[in-house]
């Protein structure tokens, strides 16, 4: 795949792309170059570090969607071990956008379901580049019964633009598909741990995107609405997504702050694409925490909680004043 | 304003001349009816629920007159009318999302998007809400999520069937995550209702997408549609761009969702009233014998 640059990272880009220019010369035969690409590795680490170090939201957003970012799969295929997919919603067919399986993190038995995007446009296309249709909600809940049924617990990863807008969607119901997944899953008799590891879009995202924990990497988003979408709607230009995102407060951070997220992955400098491995060890250690402590808890006390924390969201005046 | 002065209100302004939306149009006012163009007497349209008496059209109509149309009459008691929204993310775009909510409130003379309450229907006790278009296009923020999902919590504590009226924009944008969460809590609590063995009958008029629809609106034990309501997830422009060619005739109408096995009927607003106290007599527990 040709290198991905992010728009507001060119600068860094073309100045690490010198670099590695001078360094492919004969060191040997120019004695000053030494110093020059010394100079230049200062250089480039200086600007690395201003420019990631306090990203804007809208860069958030750039990053989440990073082709190389981690996705679903590589979550799967680190962590966990024994995967048995769960294919079809038996009423349709099978979305590829959504995956759904039994599998083993650890020594604990879980079912995870998250959206699939792909790695190349053969991937992509099958998986409608993670944005599921009716089916793959269906899917999703048809995998959400049998960890009720088996008393599995439930380990979520979300990463979609949203429920794919399409005219059979709207056909075959795709709010009805969704709105069955949030009353499944407010009451869902397991331990639910959801992971935003990009984009947490809509609500195709929130279909399987609330439980009893929502751990959020540091430059994964969760919004209403998309930036551009809101921007064509406030402004009638989608060019002013960047002012959308901020107003949003769709970051992980924001997302602390609203009492909505429990606790925030960070990345290395620049996003997790840059160096995914550690990213996700500690993904895989705070599921493994969460669903420890979740395990405690009798199902009666558990489902209590999961109703308290939606409860709590949500703010409103009352009364005259 | 609570929603009996509201009703008082109203009728000290018949016979003034005002322009507006058409869902609060004062009795003396003519109007011309959208789809068959005739010249109305906004008296005869009231009186007949707001529907065309020559084309069956469905006008708009405010949250309050959705209730009124429902319940036996006299039986409404307010809940929570004094739960509002406020602007938790500052938003501030074209204009500021405290505006919108004043001018709201202002011309609607409501507080928030949903009015909810207890009533009877058919001489059946019902928690009952109702979303009012008009009201920052209905859409859903943490109040309206609130009223919602307070509604079921009454309606499970009294063991009283839900009935929701509903029409909206989606989730309120301007509220951001706090929004989209409200689908969840709403729905959370719809479940609940569920678990509780309490019917829930729901009402879909026109305009109900996004947000609002993917979460209890279609979570009902029976739902009903008023003729020609659009209905669906993603907006028909929206979906128009996504597939780029033009859309079905009747695409997300109330009627296409029944022909797709979406809804239980589409049930004319005359006999709406009919309809769900039939449900209800089928439905809610120890209703007979
Ligand atoms: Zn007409």
């Keep these: 795949m040709a290198r991905f640059v992010m728009e507001f990272e060119r600068p860094l880009v073309e100045l690490e792309d010198k670099l590695d220019e001078l360094k492919a010369l004969d060191v040997a035969s120019l004695p000053e170059l030494a110093a020059e690409i010394e100079d230049l590795e200062r250089e480039v680490e200086r600007l690395r570090e201003t420019l990631y170090a306090a990203l804007s939201p809208w860069e958030r957003v750039q990053v989440s969607r990073h082709p190389a970012r981690p996705k679903t799969d590589d979550y799967v295929a680190e962590l966990f071990t024994d995967v048995v997919e769960l294919r079809g919603d038996r009423a349709y067919g099978d979305d590829e956008a959504v995956f759904t399986a039994l599998a083993t993190l650890g020594a604990r038995r879980v079912v995870v379901i998250g959206h699939r995007k792909g790695r190349t446009t053969k991937e992509n296309v099958r998986r409608n580049f993670g944005s599921p249709h009716p089916e793959g909600f269906r899917k999703a809940r048809r995998a959400m019964r049998l960890a009720e049924k088996f008393s599995l617990p439930v380990v979520t990863f979300l990463d979609t633009a949203g429920a794919y807008p399409g005219l059979e969607d709207e056909e075959r119901g795709q709010a009805w598909a969704i709105a069955e997944c949030l009353a499944t899953l407010s009451d869902l008799p397991v331990p639910v741990v959801v992971v935003g590891i990009g984009e947490g879009g809509s609500g195709g995202a929130l279909a399987i995107g609330f439980g009893d924990r929502l751990i959020m990497l540091e430059n994964a988003y969760y919004s209403v609405i998309s930036p551009e979408m809101c921007a064509m709607i406030l402004y009638k230009d989608t060019a002013r997504a960047a002012e959308s995102a901020s107003a949003l407060a769709l970051t992980a951070d924001d997302l602390m702050r609203l009492g909505i997220a429990d606790e925030v992955v960070p990345e290395p400098l620049g996003g997790a694409h840059r160096d995914p491995a550690p990213v996700i060890v500690a993904v895989g250690e705070r599921i493994t925490s969460a669903l420890e402590a979740l395990s405690a808890e009798d199902t009666g006390a558990l489902l209590e909680n999961r109703y308290g924390r939606l409860r709590a969201i949500g703010v409103f005046a009352e009364g005259d004043g | ?289």
Excluded at chain 2, 241 to 253: A, D, E, N, V, Y
């Design chain 2, 1 to 289: 304003m609570p929603i009996n002065d509201w009703f008082k209100q109203r009728e000290s302004r018949r016979y003034t001349v005002t322009s507006g939306s058409g869902a609060d149009l004062p009795d003396g006012v003519w109007r011309t009816c959208p789809e068959c163009r005739k010249t109305l007497y906004q008296g005869d349209v009231a009186r007949s629920l707001s529907v065309c008496p020559h084309c069956a059209h469905h006008f708009e109509l405010i949250a309050a007159d959705r209730i009124e149309a429902l319940v036996d009459p006299g039986s409404f008691e307010e809940t929570n009318a004094s739960v509002g929204s406020v602007d938790p993310l500052r938003f501030s775009a074209v204009k500021p999302y405290t505006e919108s909510l004043a001018a709201a409130r202002e011309s609607c003379g409501l507080a928030e998007a949903a009015i909810t309450g207890r009533a009877r229907i058919g001489d059946r006790a019902v928690a009952i809400g109702a979303l009012d278009f008009r009201f920052v296009g209905a859409s859903m923020g943490s109040a309206v999520g609130e009223k919602v999902t307070r509604l079921f919590e009454l309606a499970i504590a009294e063991r009283r069937a839900v009935v929701l009226v509903v029409a909206s924009g989606g989730a309120r944008m301007q509220e951001g995550m706090l929004s989209l969460m409200q689908m969840a809590k709403t729905a959370a609590a719809a479940e609940r209702l569920a678990r509780a063995g309490l019917p829930y009958v729901s009402v879909l008029v026109n305009p109900t997408y996004g947000g609002v629809t993917a979460s209890f609106a279609v979570l009902a034990d029976m739902i009903f549609a008023e003729p020609g309501a659009l209905v669906g997830f993603a907006g028909p422009r929206l979906v128009e761009q996504t597939i780029r060619r033009s859309l079905p005739k009747g695409f997300q109408s109330a009627e296409s969702l029944v022909d797709h096995g979406m809804i239980d009927g589409v049930v004319p607003r005359a006999e709406m009233r009919g309809r769900v106290a039939a449900v209800l007599g089928y439905l809610v527990p120890g209703g007979d014998v």
